[in-house]
């Protein structure tokens, strides 16, 4: 596996730090893939001059007046393989991705793990852990083990999603219905809880890629 060239990924989010914390797990994660384009919008892919890549992960809605089906048609045009992400999981969603022509869909709370592991299979690739070495049972473990998900109660879990999906604190308590010192304290716990689990998130870009790491935005 080592010795074949990666895999080109694009990551298409019109959340920049989600761009950012997709491209960091990738790297950090999946040896096996490479990010040659990460871009915030549709006209800024199709001016990439690394566009298209062996494989797409888009999210299914951006701010763009672009249907998902034209936009997985020029994929798929393309060559390349297309997987949609989407906030929003609901069987119309699904059905409307792959009847686009898309080869797979998942709701954005999904680990990555689990979307790469579906990305290596429908390309015929090797399954392999995080440290790009051969899969088995005791290295999945292992990698359980090194990333411990901290327990958040249901008012930490919502504050925190909402605020790595881009919201300000003050943003975060209107949506949630709360005092801005509520919300400010959901935060503050979250990231007290994943200091203690030896995964510091001091700063949001920190929190952003925790929380795509551990499957509550992807």
């Known amino acids: ?49 690394a566009f298209p890549s062996d494989v797409v992960l888009m999210d299914y809605q951006l701010a763009e007046p672009v249907s998902i089906e034209a936009r997985v048609l020029t994929c798929k045009a393309a060559g390349s393989m297309v997987v949609v992400m989407s906030a929003l999981a609901s069987p119309e969603l699904h059905d409307r991705a792959l009847a686009a022509g898309a080869d797979a869909f998942f709701d954005k709370s999904t680990s990555m793990n689990v979307v790469a592991a579906r990305m290596r299979t429908l390309l015929g690739m090797a399954q392999i852990n995080p440290q790009g070495s051969d899969s088995g049972d005791s290295g999945a473990s292992q990698h359980a083990e090194e990333l411990v998900k901290p327990r958040l109660s249901a008012g930490e879990e919502q504050a925190f999603v909402l605020y790595c999906r881009g919201l300000a604190t003050k943003e975060v308590a209107e949506a949630m219905n709360v005092q801005f010192e509520t919300a400010k304290t959901y935060l503050r716990r979250v990231r007290e809880k994943y200091a203690r689990a030896g995964r510091p998130a001091s700063r949001r870009a920190d929190l952003v890629r925790r929380a795509a790491e551990d499957g509550y935005l992807t």
């Open 1 to 49: 596996m080592q010795n074949k060239p990666a895999v080109s990924l694009t990551i298409l989010d019109d959340h920049g730090l989600l761009v950012d914390s997709l491209s960091s797990w990738f790297t950090g994660n999946a040896p096996d893939f490479s990010v040659a384009v990460a871009e915030t919008s549709w006209a800024g892919c199709l001016a990439n001059g």
